[in-house]
């Protein structure tokens, strides 16, 4: 039997990849047995769990880089945490016997990842963005392989480790990899005509600035007659505000057919497929579903996150001609609806993006990690 510890946390972006990790390992080792280390009270718990894995706790904490009273608090319990972390993961590592343990990302699976190491059990970390984070640099002396999503993120690793990286995509969702339905069926399904279709979404959360992008292009469509389907996601901490918005533009979605607004898109492989062009924020596991979906994007990284990590994110595809990039600081209104305006007008160009969008798409990810997987076990 293989026994595997998987860990990473904070946000779906380090767990989503691996769970998805433990998919293709049970397709390449059906008898592997796998146990969850996460926060216990992170939302890593509830998503594992709903999956149907075995689960156990470390209490840790991230240390706060700006100083105020409040976060010299933080900092302190983050502190006790850590003091306590590396004999909990000991005593884990002990009890389960781990063959190997992989890390997703996210201050959770450090002390797991690097007790692992120095106890010699196999060890390998997936870094999912261009900009590796702390816990990548800070675990790359003592893993013994870093699977990375694209192949820059090994430039800002420091020269001693780039020999461990090995690219290898980040998997998507299997909607996206398997059983891909065409632009007009999506469109059927979704009840939409062969407008050009504008997908806009700012995650689960949501995104202030998409939201504004969204309400900015609906304005535009029914002021000027522009027949566009416009999908869009306004995200879990936004309800309130953009159903007020609505109110204030005169937008009534009961007599826009072609606009279909949620919180939460559910069934975001069937939009995706549909879109001509998407809108949306630059975490990897995003940009590799448009990738996969070879779409043409407009991208606001959030400003909010570690090192501005996704800027450069977003980077890669603009770089590649997949994308328009914009910081959210440098956004005036209006500058959205030129720009896609700008695109619409011009569907050579969105087509040239999208091609560019599908070059830049690994389709053997889930291979690549098996391989890494496999050799490390052998080694």
Not at 14 to 31: F, Q
Not at 62 to 71: I, T, V
Not at 192 to 216: H, M
Not at 239 to 253: G, H, P, Q, S
Request: some cysteine; overall charge neutral.
């Amino acid at each position: 039997m293989l026994k595997v510890i998987l860990s990473g946390g904070g946000s779906a972006g380090h767990v989503n990849p691996a769970l998805a990790i433990s998919e293709i390992i049970k397709e390449n080792r059906p008898d592997a047995e796998f146990l969850y280390v996460g926060t216990p009270n992170g939302m890593e718990r509830r998503l594992v769990e709903s999956a149907g894995f075995n689960f156990a706790g470390i209490k840790v904490a991230g240390f706060q880089r700006h100083l105020s009273l409040k976060n010299i608090g933080r900092n302190i319990k983050a502190a006790a945490y850590l003091s306590t972390a590396g004999a909990k993961a000991a005593k884990i590592l002990k009890d389960f016997k781990p063959d190997i343990v992989i890390g997703t990302g996210g201050y959770v699976c450090g002390p797991i990842v690097r007790k692992a190491a120095k106890m010699g059990i196999k060890t390998v970390i997936h870094e999912q963005n261009a900009f590796p984070g702390l816990t990548t640099k800070l675990l790359a002396p003592d893993v013994d392989k870093i699977m990375l999503t694209v192949s820059k993120a090994a430039d800002r690793l420091d020269e001693p480790h780039r020999k461990k990286c090995v690219v290898t995509g980040l998997p998507v969702r299997k909607g996206f990899a398997e059983d891909v339905i065409s632009k007009d069926e999506a469109k059927r399904r979704l009840g939409l005509d062969d407008s050009v279709c504008i997908l806009s979404t700012g995650g689960s959360l949501g995104a202030r600035a998409i939201n504004e992008a969204a309400l900015e292009l609906m304005d535009w469509y029914i002021r000027d007659g522009v027949k566009v389907n416009h999908i869009h996601s306004f995200g879990k901490n936004n309800r309130e505000e953009f159903e007020r918005r609505l109110k204030e533009n005169n937008i009534d979605l009961s007599e826009h057919p072609n606009f279909i607004v949620k919180e939460y898109i559910d069934d975001m492989s069937t939009c995706m497929a549909a879109a001509d062009l998407v809108i949306s924020r630059c975490g990897m596991g995003a940009l590799t579903e448009i990738e996969a979906e070879g779409k043409a994007s407009i991208l606001i990284p959030s400003p909010y996150l570690a090192e501005n990590h996704q800027y450069y994110n977003g980077l890669v595809l603009q770089s590649a001609g997949a994308a328009v990039l914009y910081e959210q600081k440098d956004i005036a209104p209006g500058l959205i609806a030129k720009t896609v305006e700008g695109l619409i007008k011009d569907p050579h160009a969105i087509d040239e993006m999208s091609h560019h969008a599908s070059e830049q798409f690994i389709k053997d990810t889930p291979e690549r990690i098996w391989k890494v997987i496999e050799e490390e076990l052998r080694a």
